[in-house]
């Protein structure tokens, strides 16, 4: 499996940013897609989730409201749609793919993009 994020870059705060992430070298459609983040000097952390079946989603709290996850299997893409950005989003995302029930997971990794928000 391979995973390229793309998207990020420097927004004042308010503002907003979409994240892709596209997925190949499996069935994109079997697997629960998720997005992490770390910031400066943090340990990587959960954002957003989504099913593979059911495409049921899952937030951090620090982001409800503000973040939305959706996927598009036709073009085995995930998004997240970033809105009402904060200085305190700031950090690398990374999109992972995971199989099993924990939202809290990543089997597999891409690389990560860099968000920026300025105050």
């Known amino acids: 499996v391979q995973l390229q994020a793309c998207g990020g870059g420097l927004v004042q705060a308010g503002g907003s940013l979409r994240l892709s992430c596209v997925f190949s070298?499996?069935?994109?459609?079997?697997?629960?897609m998720g997005w992490f983040r770390q910031a400066p000097g943090k340990e990587r952390a959960f954002v957003a989730h989504i099913r593979w079946n059911t495409d049921s989603t899952y937030y951090a709290d620090s982001v409800k409201g503000r973040f939305t996850i959706s996927r598009d299997n036709a073009k085995n893409t995930v998004y997240l749609q970033m809105d009402s950005l904060k200085p305190e989003d700031t950090a690398v995302y990374y999109c992972?793919?995971?199989?099993?029930?924990?939202?809290?997971?990543?089997?597999?990794w891409g690389k990560g993009t860099l968000v920026t928000v300025s105050s």
């Open positions: 070298g499996r069935t994109f459609g079997s697997y629960n």
């Open positions: 992972a793919a995971s199989i099993g029930y924990s939202t809290n997971r990543g089997d597999y």
